[in-house]
């Protein structure tokens, strides 16, 4: 009985600060729309008052499942219906993920386990090629720290769905919020669709083609509306560097945002880029001809510090800080094309968002197929040979320079070193090492 009280006092002391952390956000919120200029486009974000309530019951709820090892639930539960439980009390409240990889780490694949889900995901498609093109054209281009800050705003306006941030950034400048050209937007079912996509007449439009349908230039007016009717809320990007440089958005109480960072054994990411990036991969080329790698090359050190940066990333990530706590998963590329299904289930989980049919029949369909469609971006594959082909691709020199300087990235993903060629071609021989990464969706 006096655990029920003590539970009681503390839930009425937890629900004052919050609410006065609630006033003290408002009162911040109001001078910032204050300062804001007016939206390029008419659409209203979730509204902030009933994100900062929805926000409070989560910080209730964190405050409450932080109280030691006192149990709540006097029926004594299993651990699995108790976890079953905690999941389903996510399931109807707007959730946010935001997919994290490099080129090359199959994330156009995974991304689709999300833009398949069904009518009630919006889906886009490395919106932020755009913010990097036209930060790379700026004369003097821009430092690390403003490009990352960038991304970063312009991902927050498209979670809240708001497209303003980024349709300044599309090039031509987009007239009354009306482009042809935005990048890749046959690869999200959420632009391809009605009302989004509108029917076309003119043979003049063949080039805005969906995979299903045929679309006239993309109205972001209208992609806002959509997706301010959609449940979910995923973004796929190769574009941000540092994890930490997330942390705003992480933490903005109008979003409930989760971060999936997918990995892949470096090895096998140089020999994919050499196939589908081949005119900048000629220096590599040349040295897996003459067997020669010089590295103090630039080559050589753009590609260790590609290493560092993800391994760093993860570092943050598997640490757990409080901000990220409970909000960051990683996953190998290796392990989702072996255990496509199973892998999926837990992003899924993990995201809070219940595992749909559609999304299930999907990876059936494209997982174990024995043709697989042409292109470097095809997302139809066997999945576990498409895992190994790179081992019977890259020169045993060029595997060598990569265990290299990429070492403590290999190391902290569990990726096996190989000492000569034969172990490198042997299939047989698994180069991935068994690890259970912690994905910390049950605190």
């Given amino acids: 009985m006096r655990t029920k009280y003590a539970i009681v006092f503390i839930c009425v002391v937890a629900l004052v600060i919050i609410e006065k952390e609630s006033n003290i956000l408002s009162r911040v919120s109001d001078k910032l729309i204050q300062r804001q200029t007016p939206q390029q486009t008419p659409q209203t974000p979730l509204g902030y008052n009933n994100a900062t309530q929805n926000g409070s019951m989560a910080m209730l709820k964190l405050l409450l499942s932080r109280l030691g090892d006192m149990k709540l639930n006097y029926s004594n539960p299993t651990e699995e219906q108790d976890e079953e439980e905690d999941i389903g009390s996510y399931s109807g409240s707007h959730k946010h993920i935001l997919l994290l990889a490099t080129t090359r780490t199959g994330s156009s694949f995974v991304g689709e386990f999300f833009n398949q889900h069904g009518e009630n995901m919006f889906y886009l498609f490395e919106p932020l090629w755009h913010v990097e093109r036209m930060l790379t054209m700026a004369a003097g281009g821009s430092n690390g720290s403003v490009?990352?800050?960038i991304y970063r705003d312009v991902l927050q306006g498209l979670f809240l769905c708001d497209f303003g941030p980024l349709e300044k950034f599309?090039?031509?400048l987009p007239q009354d919020h009306v482009t042809p050209d935005l990048f890749r937007r046959?690869?999200?079912l959420s632009l391809c669709e009605e009302p989004v996509c509108s029917p076309v007449v003119k043979d003049?439009?063949?080039?805005?083609?969906c995979k299903t349908r045929r679309c006239g230039p993309l109205n972001l007016t209208l992609a806002s509306e959509s997706c301010l009717s959609k449940r979910h809320h995923a973004i796929k990007t190769v574009r941000v560097r540092q994890l930490d440089t997330l942390r705003p958005l992480v933490e903005d109480p109008r979003l409930d945002v989760r971060v999936i960072q997918l990995v892949r054994d470096p090895r096998a990411i140089l020999a994919s880029r050499m196939v589908a990036f081949s005119s900048k991969y000629q220096t590599w080329k040349a040295w897996a001809q003459d067997g020669q790698v010089p590295e103090d090359d630039e080559e050589v050190k753009r590609l260790k510090g590609n290493?560092?940066?993800i391994r760093v990333s993860a570092e943050v990530g598997l640490s757990q800080p409080a901000w990220l706590r409970g909000r960051y998963m990683l996953v190998r590329y290796e392990d989702i094309a072996h255990y496509p299904m199973q892998r999926a289930e837990e992003m899924y989980r993990f995201a809070?968002?219940?595992?749909?049919p559609q999304a299930r029949e999907w990876i059936l369909r494209n997982t174990q197929t024995t043709q697989e469609a042409s292109g470097v971006y095809s997302t139809q594959k066997n999945s576990s040979e498409?895992?190994?082909k790179w081992r019977f691709s890259i020169p045993f020199k060029l595997a060598q320079v990569v265990q290299k300087v990429c070492g403590p990235t290999m190391e902290l993903f569990g990726y096996k070193f190989v000492d000569d060629e034969e172990t490198l071609l042997n299939k047989s021989i698994s180069l991935l090492e068994e690890r259970l990464f912690h994905y910390s969706y049950y605190q």
């Fill in 147 to 149: 490009s990352a800050g």
């Fill in 170 to 172: 599309i090039s031509p």
């Fill in 186 to 188: 046959e690869s999200s």
């Fill in 204 to 209: 003049v439009f063949e080039r805005y083609h």
């Fill in 307 to 309: 290493c560092d940066q």
């Fill in 352 to 356: 809070r968002i219940p595992f749909s």
């Fill in 386 to 388: 498409q895992a190994l």
